[in-house]
């Protein structure tokens, strides 16, 4: 432990706590004071352009020129969200410390280490004219709130300077956005790399969902989406859906947004920094991602390269309340150092290179507005070829009824089977893109799905893929519909059964059975069990008395090493049951009756919402105490993390917060402007205090949506409300 981060951690949440300014609560500051807050004179446009909002200050912005187009996105997203788009930008050029102090050197340390610049200067030069020009106005626009708005809370907080954006900026934080899953996975691994029996531990993750020939790449990995489209033939008009998974946090990953201009018009879900739709929909097509968990990242063993290969840089990193700290960073042929962090370290101390896609130059910026102007799918599948990272499963749909699904990414050609640590002596440089890569149109069953599962190609696509179960329950919930329309969706979108998880509890309850005749208090429990469907509704009884009894079960069948490589994975619950599945019952039976007399005796008639919380908080509410401030709700979770609505969570025994999920829905049907749903998990504004903050979450809550039309009429009838940007007079 570092005394000192801990040290600095305390004086931050004193400082915090003591002489910081308080937010305010949600609901203090109204809509028409935030938009009267807008720095609507003096914009750098060419002409005067409007921004439409609706009650849950959701833009439709509208230019009369393609070029003040990004000028005005780049003004309403910092509007809207210029205190979460200034941390990450400080977290992506590691610039914590500037903004909390020692606690987060390590951190400063290994973001400088990983490099998230690195490619930039490269990816600056090779822009095309249009690209450039679009990000550039897009700068504008947000410096233009920058400088001339009153700055959000934030800027006192982390004691921020009013830094000028640049097109540098925005392409490093597309580089953090593109942050590789694995590196989360390999920091709990590598604490058990090496360790007796490590060999045969490896090969149980990654055989877990591997095909024959490729065990060592079916390791699995929590982080994902759903996203699905439907063709006409099959539900009458074609459909497309999603919701992405991430960090659950305040303010929301997401923005939604409209817009239009002479040659442009779309709308869907944004990423505050990011001038493209992410989600959305045009007039013709619709497009959206998750996770493909392409093998982007190697850990490469670099221990016996010569002094004299290994360069050395130093770097200056500013630190709050204390003196500037000089860090030395270490790169080789193969990329940099990663060991050099204290986060990525084995037992043997190993000298690690990091080897990763991101650190050659692609061009994501262009892939995605292009994708957005599509009409068709050859056009859509060709604007992906400079998509590099991270890697996706792109799903599209169309008017005319067709849909399909995309593989998004650069794969490594020479990558290979092998163990967690890899031998390598030289950088990535020969990639298969995206138009070499597996694709799938109007498949015979009427639909495309993915929810991070193992794609079915032919070429080696990546090492960390989630289980089948969310892929596989969609596809029933599809087939199984009699109607397709925004509430069926809704519904599927809210799906928090397990079929996995009903699995592995009739195992159990077989366990039990062969122990022998139970206590009455046992009995009913076991009773509960055997009935249970897998759903994990808040009020499931049942879903809580698995959960804690796969809790103990787990304790009792695992050393503590394993259970950690478990977890790394994020497939803990079907690598439990594969395990013991190879046991039988009369083995399982003294431990799963010792398992449930624990269970039981803990909270034995908790429901599933009395123990998995939806805590919505700031990142500052993870500071203990102080942290209150920014904290805001506190509220039965249904799901888990095998659902269909993801709300994740470790083996737990008691009451826990979700951390990770389900946080946006979309779902449009493509034969008609006018019908297009989107919610989000929290609000549209991050501004402390607005009625737009979280005001969202009870529409996601009963599983309604916003309506969001792309006609004329339906805009200037779901979009009352108009500020107008003026140009500066010449």
């Excluded at 201009?261 to 990423?271: D, E, K, Q, T, V």
């Excluded at 102007?373 to 604007?383: E, G, K, Q, S, Y």
Aim: aromatic letters at 8%; a positive charge.
């Amino acid at each position: 432990m570092d005394w000192r981060m801990v040290l600095g951690a305390l004086r931050f949440a004193a400082w915090l706590g003591i002489a910081a300014p308080r937010p305010s609560r949600p609901g203090t500051i109204g809509l028409a004071d935030r938009l009267a807050a807008l720095p609507l004179q003096d914009a750098p446009l060419r002409q005067p352009a409007a921004v439409r909002w609706n009650d849950y200050a959701v833009p439709f912005i509208e230019a009369g020129h393609d070029d003040d187009l990004p000028v005005l996105i780049g003004m309403v997203h910092a509007h809207l969200r210029l205190g979460q788009m200034e941390l990450f930008r400080r977290v992506s050029a590691g610039r914590m410390s500037e903004m909390v102090g020692v606690a987060a050197l390590e951190l400063d340390r290994t973001v400088r280490i990983i490099g998230f610049t690195q490619a930039v200067p490269e990816m600056m030069s090779a822009l095309p004219p249009a690209t450039r020009a679009w990000v550039e106005a897009y700068v504008r626009g947000i410096n233009h709130v920058l400088t001339k708005a009153r700055p959000p809370l934030e800027f006192e907080l982390f004691a921020l300077e009013r830094e000028p954006w640049s097109v540098a900026d925005v392409l490093t934080l597309g580089r953090l956005y593109a942050f590789d899953n694995a590196w989360l996975v390999w920091r709990r691994l590598l604490g058990v790399y090496g360790s007796p029996g490590w060999e045969a531990l490896w090969d149980r993750i990654s055989a877990h969902t591997a095909p024959p020939g490729e065990q060592v790449l079916g390791v699995n990995n929590r982080a994902g989406s759903n996203a699905l489209a439907i063709t006409a033939e099959r539900a009458g008009k074609p459909w497309i859906a999603a919701d992405p998974h991430l960090g659950l946090s305040l303010p929301n990953n997401w923005l939604i947004a409209g817009y239009r201009a002479p040659s442009h018009r779309a709308l869907g879900l944004m990423i505050p920094g990011m001038p493209f739709m992410a989600t959305g929909r045009n007039d013709w097509i619709g497009w959206a991602g998750t996770s493909l968990h392409a093998h982007a990242s190697e850990l490469c063993d670099v221990s016996g390269l010569a002094k004299e290969r290994i360069e050395v840089r130093s770097e200056t990193i500013r630190v709050r309340w204390g003196r500037p700290r000089t860090i030395a960073v270490r790169t080789c042929a193969v990329g940099p150092i990663l060991s050099d962090s204290r986060l990525f370290r084995t037992a043997d101390a190993r000298t690690l290179a990091l080897r990763w896609v991101g650190h050659a130059a692609s061009d994501e910026m262009t892939a995605m507005l292009q994708v957005e102007r599509a009409h068709n799918w050859r056009a859509f599948r060709a604007a992906l070829r400079s998509f590099a990272v991270p890697g996706l499963n792109m799903i599209y749909g169309d008017s005319g009824g067709h849909v399909g699904h995309q593989l998004a990414a650069w794969i490594p050609k020479e990558l290979r089977p092998g163990d967690l640590i890899a031998s390598c002596d030289a950088p990535w440089t020969d990639f298969a893109k995206s138009d070499t890569l597996s694709s799938w149109f109007d498949p015979e069953r009427g639909f495309v799905v993915s929810a991070n599962d193992r794609p079915n190609s032919e070429r080696i696509i990546g090492r960390f893929f989630s289980p089948s179960g969310r892929a596989d329950r969609l596809a029933a919930l599809i087939e199984g519909m009699r109607r397709c329309d925004p509430a069926a969706l809704a519904g599927l979108q809210q799906d928090v059964r397990s079929t996995s998880a009903q699995r592995l509890a009739q195992l159990l309850c077989r366990a039990l059975r062969a122990s022998g005749r139970l206590p009455a208090s046992l009995e009913r429990s076991a009773a509960r069990l055997a009935a249970w469907d897998g759903g994990y509704e808040t009020t499931s009884k049942a879903a809580a008395l698995f959960e804690r009894l796969l809790f103990h079960v787990a304790r009792r069948f695992y050393r503590n090493d394993v259970l950690a490589a478990y977890g790394a994975s994020w497939a803990l619950r079907d690598l439990i049951l594969n395990d013991l599945e190879a046991s039988t019952p009369e083995q399982l039976a003294p431990l799963v009756r010792q398992a449930l007399q624990r269970s039981v005796r803990h909270s034995g008639n908790a429901a599933w919402g009395d123990l998995h919380r939806l805590r919505l908080d700031h990142p500052l509410g993870g500071i203990p105490v102080v942290g209150r401030r920014y904290r805001f709700l506190d509220l039965p979770a249904a799901g888990t993390s095998d659902t269909v609505m993801k709300t994740s969570n470790p083996l737990v025994k008691g009451r826990h917060a979700v951390r990770f999920g389900s946080n946006a829905r979309f779902v449009a049907d493509l034969s008609v402007l006018e019908a297009n749903h989107v919610v989000l998990l929290g609000g549209q504004d991050g501004w402390f205090g607005s009625a737009n903050f979280i005001d969202q979450v009870e529409l996601w809550r009963r599983g309604a949506y916003i309506r969001l039309p792309l006609t004329d009429e339906g805009v200037r009838r779901e979009f009352p409300l108009v500020t107008t940007f003026v140009p500066a007079k010449e």
